[in-house]
């Protein structure tokens, strides 16, 4: 791996060379020389300008800085296909209406609803938040089950409330409730006596309509990920992803990566999950078809039935808007609008510190689930095809300890696994959605505090940086805004 670097080797030959003799000690040097070299040579090509590294998104990859940043198709795009990237960025963004309705090519949102358009949740293309007291509709939504699991391996829906909590219905059916969230302060230092603090939220659900929660219920806040570059994820060749998984961590670097697998609805099979914060969804078709149903009340062809649970009696007689309410057709230009969603350069590549950033991100071992660099594999579409990207992500899950975990098991990803989530964009949360709330409950206030909630297998990494001098952190996080 061209980004390698090895840290405090060497120091023990030392103790050998005073127990050899005139020879064998030059010889020793000569060796320690070469190796001093070697080791050098490796950290500053880590810390080095590579021609062409701040097209994070390979060929497809645009440039813009501004709030507009992650709604550019991909460079090369096919103009056929450029033409129905713009027809799924209207169904993405407009909103839905109730049925029945004149414009019935968008009619039939809800009658249990958390938004009315996608972009409702996924603003400007980018990351949702969590909300403030009393506010609503800024991309956070509460998963919900009950131990077990379905036919299919998925999570056991609350038998009342369903999957998720939905905060909104159309007009004569009751919206399931809301929720509150509590955060505690959790103070900490890094080793050169600055203080920080970390907020852990608590989930408080309040105005429940259709009676009690399952006492065993088990709850899981998201916020909605920015969409970008999510075709060039999925044109990762599966074997690339099984060759980084080391689910019995054989190298033994406390890093054990494994896939979820998950089922795919079309083909009838189990599939690497890919996308959302559990890596729960195998396709771009698929997480639309569920966002449609789950986030909006909207039914497809691979979801026909409406989310409405047996007590949930206005739900299940509230008029629909076809059957289904977006044809086929339609579902496959929104998957290839998020397909094709472009992700924008890196900045300041050449910058000094931006350099010795990445120098840091690596030798903290954060680019062992972060991973730098991967490669797609063949595709129909050009832009998708064979390119070198750089979206720091190995799409595994990672238990992440205690203080992350949600409890609730999602296919094969436990309570404490988590997807690593691409880095890709990271920088320009700020710019397109006015705020730097990460991880997946946006319960981190800046990327410091995202990494100071790193645990379990990214216990040595979040060590490492806990250990770094201020400058150095610094550097790593003007390194991350620059992605
Ligand atoms: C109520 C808010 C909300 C709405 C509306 C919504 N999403 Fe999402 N979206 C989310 C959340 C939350 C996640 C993460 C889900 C998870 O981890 O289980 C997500 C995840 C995704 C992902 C996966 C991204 C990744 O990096 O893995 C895609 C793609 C996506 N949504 C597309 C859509 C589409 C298409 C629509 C409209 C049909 C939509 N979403 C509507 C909240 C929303
Ligand atoms: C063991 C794998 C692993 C290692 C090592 C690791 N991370 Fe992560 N990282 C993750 C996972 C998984 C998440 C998502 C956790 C969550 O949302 O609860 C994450 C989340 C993040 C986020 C927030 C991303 C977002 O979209 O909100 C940042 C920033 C980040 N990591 C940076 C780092 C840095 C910097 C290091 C090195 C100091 C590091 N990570 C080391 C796995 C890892």
């Known amino acids: 791996m061209r980004y390698a670097v090895k840290r405090g080797e060497g120091s023990s030959r030392f103790t050998l060379y005073a127990f050899c003799d005139q020879s064998m000690k030059r010889l020793l040097l000569i060796w ?11 950290a500053c090509r880590a810390n080095r300008y590579v021609a062409g590294m701040e097209r994070l998104g390979g060929s497809s990859t645009i440039f813009d800085t501004s709030f507009n940043a992650f709604e550019h198709p991909m460079a090369g795009l096919p103009r ?7 027809v799924g960025n209207s169904f993405f963004e407009q909103n839905w209406v109730t049925a029945p309705a004149s414009t019935t ?11 009315r358009s996608c972009a409702g949740c996924h603003l400007k293309d980018g990351r949702g938040r969590p909300p403030q007291a009393g506010e609503t509709g800024t991309g956070l939504l509460l998963r919900l089950s009950i131990p077990g699991e379905t036919v299919t391996g ?8 369903g999957g998720q909590l939905q905060d909104g ?3 004569g059916v009751e919206v399931e409730g809301q929720f509150v969230i509590d955060y505690v302060e959790r103070p900490g230092t890094f080793a050169d006596g600055t ?27 998201r916020v909605a990920n920015q969409v970008i570059g999510l075709g060039l994820l999925a044109a990762i060749p599966e074997a690339t992803l099984l060759a980084l998984a080391d689910e019995h961590d054989a190298d033994g670097d406390g890093i054990s990566g494994r896939p979820n697998m998950v089922y795919n609805r079309v083909t009838g099979e189990n599939e690497i999950g890919r996308f959302g914060w559990k890596a729960n969804q195998p396709t771009l078709l698929q997480q639309s078809a569920d966002a449609f149903l789950g986030d909006m009340g909207i039914t497809t062809d691979l979801l026909l039935a409406q989310d409405c649970t047996a007590v949930q009696h206005n739900c299940i007689a509230a008029p629909t808007g076809g059957d289904p309410e977006i044809e086929r057709d339609d579902l496959e230009k929104v998957a290839l609008y998020i397909e094709t969603l472009a992700v924008p350069a890196q900045r300041m590549p050449q910058d000094k510190t931006v350099l010795r950033g990445m120098g840091e991100f690596l030798a903290a071992g954060c680019g062992s689930c972060h991973t730098p660099e991967l490669t797609t594999g063949d595709h129909t579409l050009a832009p998708l095809a064979n390119q070198t990207i750089r979206p720091f992500t190995d799409l595994l899950l990672h238990d992440m300890g205690a203080g992350l975990a949600d409890g609730r098991p999602d296919f094969l990803a436990t309570g404490s696994e988590w997807r690593t989530p691409p880095l890709w964009g990271i920088g320009l949360f700020e710019t397109v959605n006015g705020h730097t709330f990460y991880l997946h409950d946006g319960r981190a206030r800046n990327l410091t505090e995202a990494i100071l909630w790193h645990g379990g297998e990214a216990t040595a990494a979040r060590d490492a940086f806990l250990n770094l001098p201020q400058a150095a952190r610094d550097a790593l996080i003007a390194f991350l805004e620059s992605l």
Do not use: W
């Open 154 to 161: 998925a999570p056991l829906p609350e038998p009342t409330y």
């Open 80 to 86: 056929e296909k450029e033409l129905l990237f713009h």
């Open 195 to 221: 203080p920080y603090s970390l907020r852990e939220p608590t989930y408080r659900l309040t105005d429940l309509a259709y009676g009690e929660l399952h006492p065993d219920v088990m709850v899981s806040p």
């Open 105 to 115: 090519a968008r009619d039939g949102v809800g009658p249990l609803l958390n938004s």
């Open 169 to 171: 219905a159309i007009e």
């Open 32 to 42: 320690c020389t070469l190796t001093l070299g070697v080791i050098l040579v490796t």
